[in-house]
């Protein structure tokens, strides 16, 4: 698709991704946007950087919001689903975002005749790692393969950049704010992290080429110890916090603990095992495939957290 007027329609638009994608999309020239997300707060920070951008206050996965968005879709020449509960205490959050919400945006693409989607699945369902996202991820990219609908799907790892709530965002802005930053371990924990802008530019190539049926597992060019991301994001931000190692029993059980407390925990007991699992991934030559180059690590990170303008905006997780 080359028709920059053509519509788009983002579901979980609002997100990390989404509000970098919108970014990118506009920056290549896309004029007619739909975002669709159920979370206010995010969305009407999406609409006050980009006024001309549709958007959609609704929430995917409850039947009878289902008259807000589906007409939407109409005419549409693209749907990007990004939508995905990625962090939460419950099973039930991780089914009815990521399997029973995309149940019925891919009916609602189908009944509509929606040409294209692009899916935003995740290198997760590649890892040694069994949790609740792990398996719903799965589940919800088995239903696009099986849907029919002409897609393809990208499966980043870690990503991190502008309007970041958590993972490397959280872990910048936790580190300016205390004096002692503690590291699970000995902290050497092969990561991948992708760029967000990177991944936004891979994700705009399919939209204009629309591979039929292609999986593409986008990784980070850069392979990083766990302990050296905190240290490199110390340095960029010029931060005098002392880096402390704690065992990763005690860590993993104050993570427990704070999560008794925190309706919303930054980082869970799941995920410090996902990140001690030792998952190496193979991707695509993002420069071969897209023509998208990957920005050296510290560079992307400065970009992140440096920026005068995008890196004070914070979403709520």
């Not at 950087?49 to 879709?73: N, Y």
């Not at 975002?97 to 997760?124: E, F, M, Q, W």
């Not at 050497?188 to 597992?217: H, N, S, T, W």
């Not at 880096?243 to 919303?264: C, E, M, N």
Request: proline content about 4%.
């Amino acid at each position: 698709m080359n028709d920059k007027n053509a519509k788009i329609v983002l579901t979980g638009a609002a997100g990390l991704v989404g509000q970098n994608l919108v970014v990118e999309l506009k920056a290549q020239g896309y004029a007619r946007l739909v975002a669709i997300d159920k979370h206010a707060r995010n969305l009407a920070v999406l609409k006050a950087l980009h006024p001309e951008v549709e958007t959609i206050h609704a929430d995917l996965a409850e039947p009878g919001e289902r008259a807000r968005w589906e007409d939407s879709l109409r005419g549409a020449a693209c749907v990007v689903q990004l939508h995905a509960q990625i962090t939460g205490k419950h099973a039930g959050a991780f089914v009815r975002h990521n399997v029973d919400a995309t149940g019925i945006v891919l009916d609602a693409c189908k009944r509509h005749a929606v040409p294209y989607l692009v899916h935003i699945s995740s290198s997760v369902v590649n890892s040694v790692a069994a949790d609740d996202y792990t398996e719903t991820k799965k589940r919800q990219e088995a239903m696009v393969v099986a849907s029919g609908l002409r897609h393809c799907v990208l499966r980043p790892t870690l990503m991190f950049g502008w309007f970041d709530p958590k993972h490397l965002g959280w872990l910048s802005r936790f580190m300016a704010r205390t004096p002692v930053f503690p590291i699970p371990g000995d902290g050497k924990f092969m990561r991948q992290p992708l760029y967000e802008r990177d991944f936004c530019r891979c994700v705009v190539k399919c939209i204009e080429r629309e591979p039929d049926g292609a999986v593409y597992d986008i990784v980070g060019d850069t392979r990083i110890d766990y302990v050296d991301i905190i240290r490199t994001i110390k340095r960029v931000k010029r931060l005098r916090t002392w880096i402390v190692h704690i065992p990763i029993g005690l860590f993993a059980f104050l993570l427990r603990t704070y999560a008794v407390f925190s309706r919303k925990p930054p980082f869970t007991a799941d995920q410090l095992k996902a990140l001690s699992a030792g998952d190496d991934f193979s991707g695509v030559d993002t420069a071969a495939v897209f023509g998208v180059a990957q920005h050296g690590f510290e560079e992307a990170v400065r970009e992140s957290y440096c920026d005068p303008v995008y890196s004070k905006i914070v979403l709520e997780r």
